[in-house]
């Protein structure tokens, strides 16, 4: 089975196409057991419509699975994660929108990151508009980093990237999304102010060791030269995932948060993640870029 990702091009259409085409060449030649594997595009009959085909995953991204299997060991899942933006970051390409939606984990129970590239090329050409969600060509804005939202840079960087990571660790040990008591409007002004994710009560039965929230805490540092890089995270994944105990409760919540408060970005991904599991099909040529 597959998965199919339905891109509208609403403007300067062979441009924007041959964009595309040289991130999906580009995405093709990824190999990495944490990269999503690229299977092929297919073109429609309409000349606006663009689709990309990749495996279908069948366990969700790694926040649902986490949630449904709490028994499974999330130091090794962030571990993987973890493994593939630095693989990543060693050929010079940056994911762009790390966050758990964007991390889907495979029959074998391995994650694979996904959805980064394409969509930003056409988020900075204005082609697409993404209704409710606030989404810029930077990434989704609880996980950006101060330097993105304020307007600092442009692009995403590695650092950019890893402060995402750190906001990925306290999402899957949490399965909380990074301030999800606040509105969507509310982060940005948030961060500017220097407001970051409290560590959770308890937080030792989560994972959170004292060295990991504090790799946690520099990863969500200020300054960019100030975060760790994603190999410093991997080598001290790699060792903590040994060390790893099942939560008496996953996940255990701050006194006073519900499990059914749902925040604007969870709906959203539960859209999202509706719409990768039911493809529609429509008449079309696929082109495998094998």
């Keep these: 089975m597959v998965a199919i990702k339905d891109l509208r091009i609403h403007e300067d259409t062979n441009r924007i196409s041959k964009e595309l085409c040289r991130e999906i060449i580009g995405w093709k030649h990824l190999s990495h057991p944490n990269i999503l594997p690229l299977l092929g595009v297919s073109v429609s009959l309409d000349p606006d419509s663009f689709r990309i085909l990749t495996r279908w995953m069948i366990n ?3 926040t649902e699975y986490a949630r449904s299997n709490p028994e499974v060991n999330r130091l090794q899942l962030l571990f993987e994660v973890a493994s593939g933006v630095a693989y990543l970051h060693k050929l010079g390409v940056v994911h762009g929108d790390l966050k758990g939606a964007n991390i889907l984990v ?3 129970g391995i ?8 969509m930003t090329i056409l988020i900075e050409n204005g082609t697409i508009s993404l209704s409710a969600t606030a989404v810029s060509s930077a990434g989704t804005v609880p996980w950006m980093s101060p330097e993105l939202l304020s307007g600092k840079i442009s692009k995403p960087t590695p650092q950019s990237d890893c402060y995402a990571l750190g906001m990925v660790i306290y999402e899957v040990l949490t399965g909380l999304p990074p301030f999800h008591d606040l509105g969507k409007h509310a982060v940005t002004p948030a961060v500017q102010r220097g407001k970051r994710p409290k560590r959770p009560s308890k937080s030792k039965s989560l994972g959170f060791s004292n060295a990991l929230w ?3 805490v520099r990863c969500l540092h200020k300054s960019p030269a100030a975060r760790p890089t994603a190999q410093d995270l991997l080598q ?28 604007d970005y969870e709906l959203e991904n539960k859209v999202k993640s509706a719409r990768a599991r039911c493809p529609s099909f429509s008449l079309s040529v696929l082109c495998c870029v094998l």
Excluded: M
């Excluded at 994650?111 to 394409?118: H, I, N, P, S």
């Excluded at 060792?239 to 006194?255: D, G, M």
């Design 111 to 118: 994650a694979c990151l996904a959805d980064f590239g394409l």
């Design 60 to 62: 969700g991204n790694i």
């Design 214 to 216: 504090k790799l946690v």
């Design 236 to 263: 001290y994944l790699q060792r903590a995932s040994h060390t790893w105990t099942p939560p008496p409760v996953y996940p255990i919540l701050e006194r006073g948060v519900e499990r059914d408060q749902t925040s």
């Design 106 to 108: 495979n029959d074998e």
